[in-house]
């Protein structure tokens, strides 16, 4: 557990040292795959050739259960291992968590939120100076896998609102994490969840 002080000490060296970095949390429900959502992120930007970090919030996941997962994504060596309290970007993929969750949650100032829903980001009822962003990946992944699966399709809209990383790189470390433990189908239905994700986002 940090101190406040020590919360203060992280957010110093996030803005001294790592002016390039941009750090992620990841929000989603037990069993939605938010901490692959994190996986994919930084395997993509280490094959842009950027430095990362993934990580999941430590603690027992139950199915359904807000979970959280982390990123840091930066153009240089990250020397940070703490957890992270104020996020660049924050990403929910589901919408029904904003009823119970503070998503907002030390994002900083004119920070980013992609949320995962059918509705206009002019139709979120958010407090604060947040660049909000929305994606219907739910309705996209059902007509691709026939399920919700959007923990991958999601990334496509993190793509194109964020440049962090690119289409290409997420298409190849769709197929370097799931070509020998989903096999070659999965790994095309991802990528092309992914693409029609990215195509769809303004």
Do not use: C, W
């Amino acid at each position: 557990m940090f101190s406040a002080k020590q919360k203060d000490i992280n957010s110093f060296n996030h803005s001294y040292y790592h002016k390039k970095m941009v750090d992620i949390r990841i929000h989603g429900r037990g069993g939605q795959g938010a901490v692959t959502t994190g996986q994919i992120m930084a395997i993509a930007a280490f094959d842009d050739g950027k430095q990362s970090q993934t990580f999941p919030m430590f603690g027992v996941e139950r199915a359904g259960a807000p979970v959280q997962a982390f990123a840091r994504i930066s153009d240089e060596k990250i020397n940070i291992r703490s957890q992270i309290y104020n996020p660049d970007v924050v990403v929910v993929l589901d919408f029904s968590l904003l009823e119970s969750v503070d998503v907002t949650s030390g994002l900083n100032d004119n920070g980013k939120i992609i949320i995962n829903t059918n509705k206009k980001p002019e139709e979120i009822k958010i407090n604060g100076k947040f660049d909000v962003h929305t994606v219907d990946a739910t309705s996209i992944a059902i007509e691709i896998f026939g399920k919700p699966i959007v923990n991958t399709a999601v990334l496509g809209a993190f793509s194109k609102i964020t440049n962090e990383i690119s289409l290409k790189s997420l298409v190849k470390a769709i197929d370097d994490i799931f070509l020998k433990t989903k096999g070659k189908k999965i790994a095309e239905l991802n990528k092309k969840a992914i693409t029609a994700v990215y195509n769809q986002t303004k």
